[in-house]
Every structure is written in structure tokens, then in C-alpha cells.
């Protein structure tokens, strides 16, 4: 064989090596992906049933309650962001962070990050990043990440660092791939809930603006906990095209080397052949002579 040949033939094991990896990857991101998005129906269901307590509450404490729980404005707004734990995801950091930047409309906000991956990227745009944690990587660790966010934004809210605090995150878009979306999750909008009705009043062990605080927290629990899945399935659904789109240019490399493999056989071959007939040629010269 060739040296020629034989760096081709390398380079064809290597080709391969890396589309199985790329295939393997694509498949991970993809289980991924489908799990965070059967994850979505009972989260929301949840907060439908909390949204509807919380309308119950309402009722118990007055139509004054929304406007009066809400604290006066201080310190700077903080925004939570979640971004890529892991890399191979094309985009997808920087998406986010360019929605980050065209976001602040007035003094720069506390940023508390998610996704280590996406943490570096921050640091090199230079974004000053108050609180950092690290991005779920399977989704029944959704529940321990907004718990730990919830508790960082709550001991914010009573230290009187801030009183408004939103998230931006991804979100699956058909058209798009995914999406941007920011929410407001304090001051807390009670606006969005209508007071229930009911012949009976609840019975609660608590008093009512106790519970209601308390509702709202429980609420914004299950809004963080649907923002890290909704991100997530992002995440890997950019993380899957990315690979496919990574996958198709091997298997077109791929298939460019199988080709050149097979003419430089052919080449090694028939020189071969002519190399035999000319030795031939020459010992039949001889002969004679």
C-alpha cells in the first residue's frame, strides 16, 4: 500500500470514528429532548392546580391584597438566565446571550446564570455574573435546580438587594428551532389569577395573606421549574441538529474518501499489472538474447 493511499485510509477510520460518535451524541440529545418535553404536562398541570388555590386565597384576603403584597421598588432588577450546560449545541449560547445584552432597558440587572457551558461564553462577552449554578443535565434534577434558584432569588428579595426579578430562557420553537422567552416572576402578579367564587369558605390553618405568600412562592417553584425544562429540551434539540448537520458533512467527507480510496486502489493496482508485464517484456528479452 501506498503512503498516499494508506493516509487515506486512515482518514476514512477516522471518519468513521467520529460519525459514530456524532450518531451517538444525536441520539442522546434527541432522548433528551422527547423526555423534557413529556415532562412539560404534569409541571404545568401543577401550576394550574397552585393558580387556582391561589385564586381561592385571593378571595379570603380581599381584591386590595395584589396591590398591597407588592413591595416598592429597590436596588437593581436581577435577571435569572438560563443557558447550555455542555457544548455541541451550534448557537444556542449565544442566542440567549445576545437576547441578555438587547435586554437591559436601564441599570445593568444581577445576573444569576445557569449552564456552566454557557457561564464561560458569558465571561468572554464580559458579563459581570453575580451567581452562577449548574444546568440540569437529566430532567429529574429540575426540581433540586429551582430550588436552588428559588432560594437565591427569595434571599435576595429579603435582603432588599431587589425587588424585580424576570428569567430568560429558551424555549422549543417548530419554525425556529427555539425561541426567547422572558417572564417576570417578582413582584409577583396576582392580577393573572381571578378571585374564586365559592358558597363555602376553605378551611386553612393559616392566615390568609400567609397562605397567599406562600402560594405565590409555590407558584414561581413551578414557573422555574417549567422555564430549566423548557430550556432544556431547547438545549438538546439544538444540540441534535447541530450534530445532524455535523453528521451530514462527515458522511459527505466520508463518502469524497471512499472514492478517492477506491481510484488510488485502482491506480496501485494497475500499476502493478504494468509493472509485471514490463518485468515480463524484459525477461523474454533476455531469453531471446
Known amino acids: ?39 412539560l404536562s404534569p409541571i404545568r398541570a401543577y401550576a394550574a392546580a397552585i393558580g387556582g388555590a391561589i385564586g381561592q386565597a385571593l378571595a379570603l384576603v380581599g381584591e386590595a391584597a395584589p396591590a398591597e403584597l407588592a ?51 458569558a465571561r468572554e462577552r464580559g458579563l459581570e455574573v453575580d451567581w ?37 430562557h429558551a424555549a422549543p420553537e417548530p419554525s425556529q428551532g427555539f425561541t426567547i422567552v422572558r417572564k417576570t416572576l417578582a413582584p409577583f402578579d396576582y392580577r393573572r389569577f381571578p378571585a374564586a367564587r365559592r358558597r363555602q369558605t376553605p ?4 392566615a390568609p395573606r400567609d397562605l397567599l405568600a406562600r402560594l405565590a412562592q409555590e407558584y414561581v417553584f413551578a414557573e422555574l421549574c417549567e422555564a430549566a425544562i423548557l430550556s432544556f429540551a431547547a438545549e438538546n434539540g439544538a444540540r441534535r441538529r447541530a450534530m445532524t448537520s455535523a453528521q451530514d458533512n462527515v458522511e459527505r467527507k466520508l463518502e469524497t474518501l471512499v472514492g478517492e480510496s477506491r481510484r488510488l486502489r485502482q491506480e496501485e ?21
Open 269 to 289: 493496482i494497475t500499476n502493478e499489472i504494468i509493472e509485471l508485464f514490463a518485468g515480463h517484456d524484459s525477461d523474454e528479452k533476455n531469453t531471446s538474447v
Open 132 to 168: 452562577s449554578s449548574a444546568m440540569i443535565s437529566h430532567v429529574d434534577q429540575v426540581g433540586a435546580l429551582a430550588d436552588r434558584i428559588a432560594e437565591e432569588i427569595y434571599a435576595r428579595l429579603a435582603g432588599a438587594q431587589t425587588s424585580q426579578v424576570a428569567i430568560l
Open 1 to 39: 500500500m501506498t503512503g498516499r493511499l494508506a493516509d487515506v485510509v486512515s482518514r476514512i477510520g477516522s471518519a468513521r470514528q467520529l460519525d459514530a460518535v456524532m450518531a451517538a451524541m444525536r441520539g442522546i440529545a434527541a432522548a433528551r429532548e422527547r423526555e423534557a418535553r413529556e415532562r
Open 203 to 206: 378551611l386553612i390553618q393559616i
Open 71 to 121: 413591595p416598592p421598588p429597590v436596588g437593581r432588577p436581577t435577571l435569572v438566565v438560563l443557558a447550555a450546560e455542555q457544548g455541541f449545541a451550534g448557537a444556542f449560547d449565544d442566542r440567549v446571550l445576545d437576547a441578555v445584552e438587547k435586554d437591559a432597558n436601564g441599570p445593568a440587572p444581577h445576573l444569576l446564570f445557569v449552564g456552566d457551558r454557557g457561564l464561560v461564553r
